[in-house]
């Protein structure tokens, strides 16, 4: 009985979890195209239902305004923004893209 009244509030943080793991990919997504210079309507084309932050984040003008945008909106620090400008991996983005989504659901 104990577990099927937990069963609804694990479906609820399930819930947002997919939904923040399709946003950490959408945002990714976002980064991605905006550094090869997609036209910002185009970009529409490549996201799977975008939440708020996503569609604000596809209005900015280009990559390093948008890896700017991931810093004031989610804990990515500088240095990894440092990195994607200077070497173009987003592997120090994602991480830590990824890390403060996870805190958050806890």
Do not use: W
């Amino acid at each position: 009985i104990g577990y099927a009244e937990r069963i609804p509030k694990q479906g609820a943080l399930f819930r947002q979890f997919i939904q923040q793991e399709i946003d950490v990919l959408n945002l990714l997504n976002v980064l991605r195209l905006k550094k090869i210079g997609v036209d910002k309507q185009e970009i529409s084309r490549y996201v799977i239902g975008p939440s708020k932050t996503v569609r604000e984040m596809m209005s900015v003008d280009d990559a390093e305004q948008t890896a700017r945008f991931l810093c004031s909106k989610y804990a990515v620090s500088e240095q990894a923004v440092d990195d994607f400008k200077t070497t173009g991996s987003l592997v120090d983005v994602e991480l830590e893209l990824r890390k403060s989504l996870l805190k958050n659901l806890l």
